[in-house]
Structure formats: structure tokens, C-alpha cells
């Protein structure tokens, strides 16, 4: 079955830092650029962070980078969110995603997981 | 960065009636756009991309158009399983940013 399974969220303090991991299956995840994405409890979505398929090009949002880092194994099959320095604002439902069945050259997200909630609070 | 702007923030109409929510950029993305619909507590769905092309299972009802800023989703005849908060986003350039949503509400 194809899909992907976010896990590692949790209650952190401000200043904390967590990672968090996607596991993909039934698909050759090495051929699929990752993105991550969040939504804000009661808000709209933000897109987060991207990783090409081979995990040599990596983007950001404005309001993460120097703080958040994406990386992917493919080894494993697994994605992954390393953020540092969290802040209130970071609280929120962390979505993985990517193409689906679409084709290589399109960013939009068919396929996503069911997200893990980062609560920053102390 | 590339903004997203949708109008509007929410709307309210009956099953049957004909809705269209309309997404702009702050600069032009040619038709680099897709369009999502959100259920409470779950995640997005994808309907349109590339501004008009139906993603595969996505009922002929919805419909995108548009390139360059101006875009709009269409809903012909309203469904109950359609009331929903809508999302557009540009995946033009990065940071692929979302616009605020449009929240469809049953009149």
C-alpha cells in the first residue's frame, strides 16, 4: 500500500528541539521529491520545507530557515525534520507529502500522510 | 517570496448552486497552480493542478482555469460532500506558498 506515516511529534518548550520522521512506502521513494508541510491549529496550511529525490537540493520557508533542516535516507526509505530553536508559532499539525501518481516534474502534493502535532508550550 | 491571495475567505451556499473561488500571485506563475480541498482533521485532497488539469477520482464538478496571476476554481453544482476549506497554491518558485483558504460553508 502506498503511504506515508509521520511520527516524533510531541510537547517541546520553547528554545527545545524535536525531529520528525516520515516512512514511505510502496513506492520508490528515491524517485519522489519530499515536502513538508503544516498547519497551525484552527489556520491554513504553510508550506514548510522540499527535497529533491536524491536529497542534493533543499528549500525552505522564510519563516523556518536557519532553524529547521530537512534530510531524507533513502535507504530507508524515511524523511526527516530536524527543528531546532522552536518557538510558539511552530506549534501545529507537520503534514509529509509528495507527487503521488503525478508526474516527476510537478511539486504538487497527491499523496499525504496523516500528520504529527508539535506543541511548543511551556 | 510569491503571495497567494483567494477571495473569498468564506462563503455559504446550497447543494445545486454553482461556486467559484478565485486565487491571485502577487506575481506571475504561468499555470503553476494547484488547487486542495481540506475536510476537518484531515489531510488536504489534491483536485486540480496545473490551473485546470482534474487529478485522477476528482469529480467532473470542479474545474480550474487561469495562468499568469489570476485563477479560479469552479464548482458546477454544489454537492453536500463539497462543503470544505479550499486551498490554492503556486508551485512556480520556492517557497511554494499556500493562499489563506476559502472555507465553503451550507446556507
Known amino acids: 500500500e502506498v503511504q506515508l506515516l509521520e511520527s516524533g511529534g510531541g510537547l517541546v518548550q520553547p528554545g527545545g528541539s524535536l525531529r520528525l520522521s516520515c516512512a514511505a512506502s510502496?513506492?520508490?521513494?528515491?524517485?519522489?521529491?519530499m515536502s513538508w508541510v503544516r498547519q497551525a491549529p484552527g489556520k491554513g496550511l504553510e508550506w514548510v520545507s522540499a527535497i529533491s529525490g536524491s536529497g542534493g537540493s533543499t528549500y525552505y520557508a522564510d519563516s523556518v530557515k536557519g532553524r529547521f533542516t530537512i534530510s531524507r535516507d533513502n535507504s530507508k526509505n524515511t524523511l526527516y525534520l530536524q527543528m531546532n530553536s522552536l518557538r510558539a508559532e511552530d506549534t501545529a499539525v507537520y503534514y509529509c507529502a509528495t507527487r503521488g501518481n503525478l508526474l516527476p516534474r510537478y511539486w504538487y502534493f497527491d499523496l499525504w500522510g496523516r500528520g504529527t502535532l508539535v506543541t511548543v508550550s511551556s | 517570496d510569491i503571495q497567494m491571495t483567494q477571495s473569498p475567505s468564506s462563503v455559504s451556499a446550497s447543494v445545486g448552486d454553482r461556486v467559484t473561488i478565485t486565487c491571485r500571485a502577487s506575481?506571475?506563475?504561468?499555470?503553476?497552480l494547484a488547487w486542495y480541498q481540506q475536510k476537518p482533521g484531515k489531510a488536504p485532497k489534491l483536485l486540480i493542478y496545473a490551473a485546470s488539469s482534474l487529478q485522477s477520482g476528482v469529480p467532473s464538478r470542479f474545474s480550474g482555469s487561469g495562468s499568469g496571476t489570476d485563477f479560479t476554481l469552479t464548482i458546477s453544482s454544489l454537492q453536500p460532500e463539497d462543503f470544505a476549506t479550499y486551498y490554492c497554491q503556486q508551485a512556480n518558485s520556492f517557497p511554494h506558498t499556500f493562499g489563506q483558504g476559502t472555507r465553503l460553508e451550507i446556507k
Open positions: 510502496g513506492f520508490t521513494f528515491s524517485s519522489y521529491a
Open positions: 506575481q506571475g506563475i504561468s499555470s503553476w
